[in-house]
């Protein structure tokens, strides 16, 4: 690996540990009322929002998990508040957990939802590092249970809530997929693992389209495409996201075909249609034909392609240092980021959202690990 990717990753690391991590464990923790802020200002580093969501709680869980794994000061501390509150203050009295809350912790929106749900999985799987995994592998069983009992559809898949909705998206599936393959490393039950062959095989046989190569997003409830003028709604962020995933199974089930060969097409579809020529970045919205629907940017895609970059068939250093660069630019010397840019390529003003630290977080530690840094 090129010695400036090297250095980049460095960059990058340095940046999480030193100033990210310390920044949200100052200022994103509600400490007198145990919970998580939503957003940062990115002056006062203050949050304005009047509620909690349980994706929130479960990812600044998940984050501080992996602080503590990395030796941050408090940050165990912090996995504990989030634990307790999915353990006294999120549960549904009907079975799994409420998905907003107001500062105080009341429910507000009991609406259970598959998304967050996944999250909650992965929250638990990531908490092994400050707890014993035994105390929360029966939890993390119980998120599993309600899963596979309340959520499967007919058609195949998993409805987005209850009371289900429309559209049907991927994005739940691909997150819980991540969740699966965290909680087998986290707790060895083999019925984790089982669970994960089953998402690979919906996505290789439902989800995917290999005459595209690529991954519609929206989803009529049977499960077929949605589309428009015959094109269907495309992320390019999630392809990198599914690759990664590809490769995270395939590492922890040995089975490869035809995996490397659906991500090689996600990521050919990306260098074509998913980077803006001009910033270098990842935009948010194509359609299946490659037209543009949306030229702005993201944080989350950023990290997400980092990962696939470090990770995909073809990868190569000038693609990383490409990734790397892209995602820089998104960041601030206070551990805080710019959350979206315009089509025009300017950043927009507005808070920092709490969730964005688990993509970062998660990014991060990944490219850790394949540049053999610590």
Known sequence: MHSDVIDGVRQLSGWLRNNAWPAWLAHGIDRGRGGFFESL???SKTCGADFRR??????????????????????????????????????HPAGGYAWRFDLNHAP???TRDFYDHAFVLLALAGATSVVPAETIRPKALGVLNWIETFLPHPAGGYLESVPPTLPRRQNPHMHYLEALLAAYEAFGDAVFLDRAKDMIDLFVT???DP???ALPEFFDDALIPLRRNGAFIVEPGHHCEWVWLLHRFQALAGLSAPLAEIAAKLMAFVDRFGLDPGRGDVIDMVD??????EGSGRLWPQTERLKAEFLRPNAT???RLAAIHALLMYLRPDGLWHERRGADGVFLHAAAPASSLYHLTAAICAIEKEAVLF
Not at 62 to 88: D, K, N, S, T, W
Not at 288 to 293: I, V
């Open 288 to 293: 299946s034909r490659g037209e543009t629907l």
């Open 317 to 319: 250093d000038e693609k």
């Open 54 to 91: 349980l994706r929130v709680v479960a990812r600044q869980t998940y984050v501080m998990a992996q602080a503590h794994r990395a030796g941050v000061p408090g940050a165990a501390g912090a996995v504990q508040i989030g634990l307790y509150f999915l353990e006294h203050h999120a549960p």
């Open 211 to 213: 005459a595209c190569g």
């Open 206 to 208: 439902r989800l995917f």
């Open 108 to 110: 507000i929106d009991h």
């Open 41 to 43: 200002d990115l002056e």
